[in-house]
């Protein structure tokens, strides 16, 4: 994948944006530009129900910057994660506020997950519905694939460690990721890295456990359909979540 050889210049730039975002996310992407946390749009490298995640550079690298959409998002799914937040209690109930409030989440989730040492994308900045993160994946600008993408090597090997970095995240980063699947783990060298934060909720929430076992159901799920592992998923569920979920 080729990079730009040279910088974009803010025209070229502000009518690449304006074919794919709203006025509010372009006046934000250029407040991100003109405090150089990036320097110049690369492509889209993924767009969902809910985000536009576009590649940049960065005097430091590549970067990534994920974009809510605030009239596509399901609020009501967002206010359910965040209300069992305690430190989202105080959060507006507005459409906009609950969005920005989804993506402050997603930041200082990233934060913890990174702090723990995880493969996780180094989170750099958020601002209202746009948080910027690393990008997972080559110099050239080519993504880590998708778990679902790849016929991995080692899915013994692959297994283990994404389950000891979920090990770490909910003993030692007290998050859930509650959303755990074969969409949101990347695969980097043949390494498992972990994606979407922003539902990852407190051990306090509510619903942690519900949400901690069926990360754990998904993942081995997947794990013994396509690779016949012989795992036992009640197992790993004690061995996490021992002291915590369960006596
Ligand atoms: N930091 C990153 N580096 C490389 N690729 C990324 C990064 N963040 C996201 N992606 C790519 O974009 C995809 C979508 O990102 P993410 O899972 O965070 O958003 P999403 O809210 O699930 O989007 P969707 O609306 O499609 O469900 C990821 O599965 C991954 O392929
Ligand atoms: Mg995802």
Redesign the pocket.
């Known amino acids: 994948m080729a990079l730009p050889k040279r910088r974009l210049k803010t025209q070229e730039e502000r009518k690449i944006y304006e074919k794919i975002f709203d006025n509010l996310t372009i006046q934000d992407l250029f407040k991100l530009k003109a405090k150089r946390i990036y320097e110049s749009y690369i492509r889209l490298i993924n767009e969902?129900k809910e985000s536009k995640v576009l590649l940049v550079s960065s005097d430091e690298g590549l970067r990534v910057i994920k974009i809510y959409k605030v009239e596509a998002s399901n609020f009501k799914r967002m206010w359910y994660y965040l209300e069992g937040d305690e430190r989202f209690r105080r959060i507006g109930k507005g459409k906009r506020d609950v969005v920005y409030a989804w993506c402050k989440k997603e930041y200082h989730n990233l934060e913890i997950a990174y702090n723990l040492g995880l493969n996780v994308p180094k989170p750099i900045y958020f601002i209202r519905n746009l948080v910027v993160m690393e990008f997972i994946g080559d110099a050239e600008g080519k993504e880590a694939p998708q778990l679902r993408r790849v016929r991995l090597e080692n899915p013994e090997e692959f297994f283990k460690n994404l389950m000891n970095q979920i090990k770490k995240l909910v003993r030692e980063g007290k998050l859930v990721h509650a959303?755990l699947?074969e969409?949101?783990v990347l695969v980097k060298d043949n390494k498992p890295y972990i994606?979407?934060f922003a539902q990852a909720t407190l051990l306090s929430h509510p619903r942690a456990k519900e949400f901690f076992e069926r990360d754990i159901n998904n993942i081995t799920h997947y794990f013994k359909k396509y690779y016949d592992l012989d795992i036992d998923s009640d197992m790993i569920k004690k061995e996490i979540g021992r002291g915590i979920f369960y006596v």
Do not use: E, L, Q
């Open positions: 969902g959303d699947s969409f949101n994606v979407d």
